[in-house]
């Protein structure tokens, strides 16, 4: 008798959560969770090009590194009882101190893809960066937000300019509030794992993904019961739009503009009136002649490690970045940003905000909308108590003195 009672005092069942994807987001604690769920639902080579990167990883691995080599210097006693997150981003206020990076083709991860990304970064009041190789259009992406929504448009800049010139007029008369353009992507990095794969976009069906699509069956239902999915953005266009499989490199290296130069960000100046972000700046110098040319915002960012292997790491760069500039323009930085506490670390170094990839994609690829949601919120909620514990009340006073870098 007396060890039965004390069984049912102890003995506490989980409520079984029916749906499959509430039931591992339940399960999950961290991004890394998250990556993990991931891993499990989707087949080995859609994984693969998510969380890989250029040639031996070195840079992927960094920029999580880097971030680690930073430790806090807390204060106590500090009357924590209300905190504030927000800040101002090209003179709006967002909530959080957090940007959604672009990222191609996210119906891989989710058939929902962008829209679903999108709707999750209005709901947290965070801007969201569609990219050029979405597979949502543009137009989509308007007609599932508000007029409220800050959706940015991520710029590859082609060969053909007049394709250029209608990507922004479309992002244009969507109420696109920024265009960001990406600068480190001449060439496609050597991506090794979508090599040996054979990963193309969209997934081609040989007998690997045959067994794989057999091994994970919500992926495929999902992939089968959707529309196929096309380079959304460039349907039509005539370079390439998803509906014949391509790999992503022959795409880029035949498609992709190689002799961009700093002419072509008065290009795009002349061109768009509101702010223009360039991203995949790596250098003090680069950073002042963006300053020179009039761009709004520096995004330091090594494509997550997708590019250059041996790049440096942006968060080793933002300290460096803002002394060369004088804090002129804010200066945003992404990779390997995994914990609330990241962000923390970015904006004490000098910061305006941060910005996420794989964190989303994570949360995405585990459990669709809900995950994205997830994945936010873990970052909301790591910075806010990285606040309470290091004595910081709001965003201002995260500040250099406030932790021990070797940047
Ligand atoms: C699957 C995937 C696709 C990406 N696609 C693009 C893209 O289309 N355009 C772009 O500028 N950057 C792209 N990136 C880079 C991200 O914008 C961002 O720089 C990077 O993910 C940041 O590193 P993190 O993933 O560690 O946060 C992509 C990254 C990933 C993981």
Redesign the pocket.
């Known amino acids: 008798m007396g060890i039965f009672t004390t069984l049912s005092s102890v003995l506490r069942f989980r409520r079984f959560i029916w749906n499959s994807q509430e039931r591992h987001l339940a399960t999950a604690a961290s991004i890394n969770d998250l990556r993990l769920i991931a891993k499990r639902r989707l087949p080995a080579g859609v994984f693969d090009?998510?969380?890989g990167a250029a040639e031996d990883e070195l840079t992927?691995a960094a920029?999580?590194l880097d971030f680690q080599r930073i430790t806090f210097r807390p204060k106590v006693l500090a009357d924590v009882a209300t905190l504030r997150t927000n800040c101002s981003l090209f003179g709006r206020e967002v909530r959080l101190p957090i940007i959604l990076?672009?990222?191609?083709?996210s119906r891989i991860a989710d058939p929902a893809g962008e829209l679903a990304v999108a709707r999750a970064a209005e709901r947290a009041g965070l801007p969201y960066?569609l990219?050029?190789?979405?597979t949502r259009s543009i137009e989509e992406v308007a007609g599932v937000t508000s007029d409220r929504a800050r959706n940015w448009f991520?710029v590859?800049v082609w060969r053909d300019r007049e394709l250029v010139e209608s990507l922004l007029e479309r992002a244009r008369q969507q109420r696109y509030e920024a265009i960001?353009l990406?600068v480190d992507?001449p060439v496609l990095g050597r991506r090794e794992r979508d090599i040996r794969r054979g990963f193309t976009l969209p997934p081609q069906v040989g007998l690997d993904t045959l067994l794989e699509g057999v091994r994970h069956p919500g992926w495929t239902l999902d992939l089968i019961r959707a529309e196929p999915i096309t380079f959304a953005n460039l349907v039509g266009s005539g370079v390439g739009d998803g509906t014949s499989a391509v790999s992503l490199s022959h795409q880029a290296n035949s498609q992709f503009d190689q002799s961009l130069s700093w002419n072509d960000v008065r290009w795009f100046r002349e061109r768009w009136t509101g702010p223009i972000i360039v991203?995949?700046v790596q250098r003090t110098d680069d950073a002042r002649r963006c300053v020179d040319e009039g761009v709004d915002a520096i995004a330091l960012?090594?494509?997550?490690?997708?590019q250059l292997d041996g790049a440096p790491t942006p968060v080793s760069l933002i300290a460096p970045v803002v002394a060369a500039i004088d804090g002129a323009i804010p200066v945003f930085c992404?990779?390997?940003?995994?914990r609330g506490s990241d962000i923390a670390k970015a904006l004490a170094l000098g910061a305006t905000a941060a910005?996420?990839?794989?964190?989303y994609?994570f949360g995405l690829g585990a459990a669709g909308e809900r995950g994205v949601d997830r994945a936010i919120g873990m970052l909301e909620e790591g910075l806010t108590k990285t606040m309470a514990l290091t004595g910081a009340h709001d965003l201002s006073e995260l500040t250099e003195d406030l932790i021990s870098s070797p940047y």
């Not at 992404?334 to 995994?338: A, H, K, M, S, T």
């Not at 910005?355 to 964190?359: D, L, N, S």
């Open positions: 090009y998510i969380d992927l920029n999580s990076s672009p990222t191609g083709f960066t990219s050029t190789m979405a991520q590859y960001m990406t992507t991203k995949g960012s090594n494509h997550g490690g997708r992404d990779g390997g940003i995994r910005m996420i990839g794989r964190a994609l």
